[in-house]
């Protein structure tokens, strides 16, 4: 990771991302010098047994002469799920994974969104084995806080690590806002629970003593504040665990008061929400608000078995191969346009990249649709 | 021991200390041989019977079972000589009588099949539940697979989702072969829990499968499908 040694995988990807990264920029080139980089490149990986030359690759860089110019570029990490090494060694071998590719990205991301669930059981082992991981990536690191963080010691030592759990700042004349979407009602002293119990009943998915996710009306007075200052027109992006809308209920994958939040949201013209917690290729528009969802490095997530945003492209991922312990994993980065919206890149580590154009949301699903997969499902 | 005679399901086996008679029934206390040879009561908890020449444990013909099976049935009738066996035994449970019985037709043997209350469904399907409530808890709980790195069935699969119980058996491309759910299960265990595989007549993996198959009811059965 920090030392010269890289994987094969390592290289392999460092390697298809500069593909496609010198592919997107050959986009304004004339058609001549485009078929013949096209095809160059389309030889080049066919014989690196990569992709079979009709692949939607090349389509990529026909897209890429329309999307927006990048303003800038951030990466994320999210949803690593750590146990100690000597509990679990997997899920740190996936983040270190996350890392190197993050490193990798050339040009370097602004800065890197580590999109919450650190720790797997809240310990303090787990969040100092996290911190001490993230201090490899080399791009500047802003931190989310996820369920699995908080509900052991309700946050005391994530905060001590990494600061308060409610920020914004703002960056190229985007104004960011990370929001605590994980607050829950207490459900634990009426059942006489240890901290650890109530620490286990939240990280169960399907464990329905728990309460739902909110901001809580505290946050969501702290958003409103927050907003007051910001003109606007400025772009909006909101960081948050859980995504700020009702998807399914009995797994969490909820915000009890998301219509709440996205009415203060509402005021902007352009929002983007990039959320964790689901592990999965995830998109929804609702009004003017994109919402983008993370994937994990841990696991994937199944989909839920109703109320999926019917933006989703769920090909990808609708039933991850359990025999490659990365499939449906990944990481990914967000380009952040000259125009305020964000196109987002999802790294799937066993698949293709996925693009996501901003106006296949904004446009409800009638333009910019990417390409189905030429992977099959099994 | 299990004998092939209708009336003798209704016996219970001993050696002079208590047993009993099917499950959650009372228990009969039965007198002692003084040979140490086998002694069978009737699920009346009163009557009872040596059987000369056999210890507890060793097996009886169908000759000899129905031997004894006869034995305490005359002594039962020999006490109570105006009742109706049938109907005595379905007397003897209190709370069932209190629902109302359908009438057994006269003379004819109790028919599990042929009358059963509300209570006995209730019965039946809290029995079935608790076998997939352990599944639940073994399928949310790494200790319990013998996992050794803290996962759980659970952490890729919330509510038993994605496991598609109703496409077994199916050729798993991945192993090569046609597997069954209880496979895939254990290749879970495995790989993902690292833990080691159930055997197959194991009660985690009976429940398991009883947790995992109850999450898809109503889906119909499609057998090879991928």
Redesign the interface.
């Known amino acids: 990771m920090a030392g010269g040694h890289k994987s094969i995988e390592t290289k392999h990807y460092e390697e298809r991302a500069a593909f496609f990264e010198g592919l997107a920029r050959l986009g304004a080139l004339s058609r001549r010098g485009f078929m013949k980089v096209a095809c160059a490149s389309a030889g080049i990986a066919a014989a690196k047994g990569l992709i079979t030359p009709q692949s939607f690759q090349l389509v990529e860089v026909a897209q890429a002469a329309e999307a927006g110019t990048p303003g800038f570029t951030f990466a994320y990490i999210s949803d690593t799920h750590l146990?100690t090494a000597k509990?679990?060694?997997?899920f740190i071998r996936s983040i270190l994974k996350a890392v190197d590719d993050v490193n990798a990205l050339n040009p370097q991301p602004d800065f890197v969104l580590f999109g919450g669930d650190l720790a797997?059981l809240g310990k303090k082992e787990e969040l100092e084995l996290g911190a001490e991981i993230l201090k490899n990536v080399k791009a500047p690191v802003k931190m989310m806080v996820g369920e699995h963080d908080w509900f052991l010691d309700m946050g005391e030592q994530w905060r001590s690590l990494f600061g308060p759990s409610q920020y914004s700042f703002d960056h190229k004349g985007v104004h960011f806002v990370t929001l605590m979407s994980v607050e829950e009602k207490d459900f634990w002293t009426a059942r006489g629970m240890t901290p650890e119990e109530r620490m286990q009943t939240v990280a169960?998915?399907?464990?329905g003593l728990q309460s739902r996710f909110e901001v809580g009306p505290a946050g969501r007075a702290w958003l409103e504040a927050d907003l007051a200052k910001v003109d606007k027109a400025t772009p909006i992006v909101v960081f948050s665990h859980s995504p700020l809308y009702k998807y399914y209920r009995?797994?969490n994958f909820w915000t009890d008061d998301a219509d709440e939040v996205q009415a203060i949201l509402a005021k902007f013209d352009k929002v983007t929400v990039v959320h964790g917690h689901t592990h999965q290729l995830l998109l929804n528009q609702i009004g003017k608000i994109s919402f983008y969802g993370l994937l994990s490095t841990a696991?994937?997530?199944?989909y839920?078995?109703e109320g999926l945003p019917k933006l989703t492209l769920t090909a990808q991922m609708n039933?991850?191969?359990?025999?490659n312990?990365f499939d449906g994993c990944g990481d990914g980065h967000l380009d952040v346009l000259a125009s305020g919206l964000v196109d987002k890149v999802y790294n799937l580590w066993n698949r293709d990249p996925v693009t996501i154009r901003s106006t296949y949301l904004t446009w409800q699903g009638t333009t910019a649709r990417p390409p189905a997969p030429t992977l099959p499902t099994? | 021991m299990r004998l092939a005679c209708p009336v003798v399901l209704a016996l219970c086996i001993g050696a002079g200390g208590p047993a009993l008679c099917g499950d959650g029934a009372p228990g009969h206390v039965l007198p002692v041989s003084r040979d140490g040879n086998l002694v069978v009561g009737l699920c009346d908890g009163e009557t009872s019977i040596e059987v000369e020449g056999v210890k507890p444990g060793e097996p009886m013909t169908r000759e000899q079972g129905q031997k004894v099976a006869d034995a305490l049935m005359t002594e039962w009738r020999r006490k109570h000589p105006d009742a109706e066996w049938v109907v005595a035994d379905a007397g003897s449970a209190a709370a069932v009588a209190a629902q109302g019985v359908p009438a057994a037709p006269a003379g004819s043997q109790h028919q599990t099949y042929g009358a059963f209350t509300e209570r006995d469904k209730q019965i039946w399907q809290e029995s079935t539940d608790k076998l997939v409530a352990e599944g639940k808890k073994i399928f949310h709980d790494a200790k319990l697979l013998g996992g050794t790195n803290a996962v759980s069935c659970d952490m890729c699969h919330p509510d038993g989702s994605n496991t598609h119980p109703e496409t077994y058996p199916k050729y798993q491309v991945q192993l090569g072969r046609v597997a069954m759910l209880r496979d895939m299960i254990n290749w879970c265990i495995e790989n993902p829990v690292r833990g080691k595989p159930f055997p197959d007549d194991d009660p985690r993996l009976k429940a398991l499968e009883a947790y995992i198959l109850a999450q898809r009811k109503g889906v119909a059965l499609e057998y090879g499908k991928h």
């Open positions: 146990y509990v679990n060694d997997r797997q169960g998915l399907d464990n009995n797994w696991w994937p997530w199944p839920a078995p039933r991850a191969d359990p025999f312990a099994y």
